[in-house]
């Protein structure tokens, strides 16, 4: 069973920095996509940035390019998404997500589809405010 521990949300402040963590257990992060994505309440998911499992290839949206960071950790099967410069806007809640059978990969080009996606994180809440 694939289970995902998520942390490092919370409350900053405008050009803050944040760091989400999430820790996949039950299945090797090895080969597969990862992502994040981040919902406001009464839209649709998001997808923020993803990182192919086999040739490191990154995606970011654009309202979040040059102030995010993903990268991974396979040794500790743990993603990050650290969060430079942070706004209001980017106020969410933010899922980590895992292909999980090597069958979609993440693209420079086109957004992550939550379609693609098999495994999700349970969500954790980031606040970006004065």
């Known amino acids: 069973q694939v289970q995902f521990v998520e942390s490092g949300g919370g409350l900053a402040q405008p050009g803050g920095s944040l760091r989400l963590s999430c820790v996949v257990s039950?299945?090797?992060?090895?080969?597969?996509?990862i992502a994040w994505f981040r919902q406001v309440p009464g839209e649709a998911l998001e997808g923020v940035s993803c990182?192919?499992?086999?040739?490191?290839?990154?995606y970011y949206v654009d309202s979040v390019k040059g102030r995010f960071t993903i990268s991974r950790d396979n040794a500790k099967n743990t993603v990050y998404l650290q969060m430079n410069s942070l706004k209001p806007e980017d106020t969410a809640l933010y899922f980590c997500a895992l292909e999980g059978t090597a069958y979609y990969r993440c693209s420079s080009y086109h957004a992550p589809k939550t379609y693609e996606y098999d495994h999700w994180g349970q969500g954790t809440q980031v606040t970006v405010s004065s």
């Open positions: 990182m192919d499992g086999n040739n490191g290839a990154t």
């Open positions: 039950g299945v090797s992060l090895d080969y597969y996509a």
